[in-house]
């Protein structure tokens, strides 16, 4: 006949395996699951082709949170947009952890409401870098770029998660650059332009090819050749003269 297995052994041994399961999720995640973030979006302009959900977050290549998604647009109670937002802005959630920041040695005060709005205030901005260039994977780069605009896209406390400004690329601004530089390009009336150079051109080829021009210059060189000729003149007179007054004057200076 069989033996009855005790009912207490059952629930100690499943009480066991829940301790050794809790155990295991807070060794392998780190105590992640537990964790709390705080959730913050940044509205890009730009292509997020090679961003993907757990992108790391990083402070001058130093991680502090990750992507936690990537949408289309949000929820009219996650945020509306601003008057004047025309261009599509996908969203990007992200997740920054204080405690990861404490023990990076960071007070954690950036991301509370006075050190966030002051860092903002400075200049700080989320920016899309490359992290490898061989797969073209993106992360988002927290920094201060001070003098930059203050883009916002949404309104303020329209939605839970508070709005990091966004900085293009570096390509992105050399592009919008050329596109402004074409855009000049554009509104000059070349036609207008040749027609004016055309114009000045021939006016001075009229009046390099003028007889009065071409009289002036000639009484001009004959003035000139005459002025040379009254100027040596006046030299050769000068000398005669000097050799005249010298002996007067030596002679005056033996009878003082």
Known sequence: MAKRVSPTAIGMFVIASLGILVAAVIVVGSGKFF?????????????????????????????????????????????????????????????????????????????????????????????????SLLTGLLYIDLDLHPGAPLDLALEPGSGPFREIPTVPTQLEAVQAQANQALAKLETIDFQALVVSITTAANAINGIASSPALKATLASLQETTTNLNKTVISVRAAIDKLNTKIDPLVISLHQNS
């Open 35 to 131: 964790r709390k973030p705080i959730r913050f979006v940044c509205m890009f302009r730009g292509d997020l082709n090679g961003l993907k959900v757990g992108a790391p977050v990083k402070v001058r290549g130093v991680q502090v949170g990750s992507v936690a998604s990537i949408r289309l647009r949000l929820s009219p109670t996650e945020g509306q947009l601003r008057q004047g937002i025309a261009e599509l802005r996908p969203p990007v959630i992200i997740d920054i952890d204080r405690s990861q920041i404490t023990a990076l040695g960071g007070t954690g005060e950036a991301v509370g409401p006075s050190g966030f709005n002051d860092l903002v205030k400075r200049g700080m901005r989320a920016q899309l870098q490359t992290e």
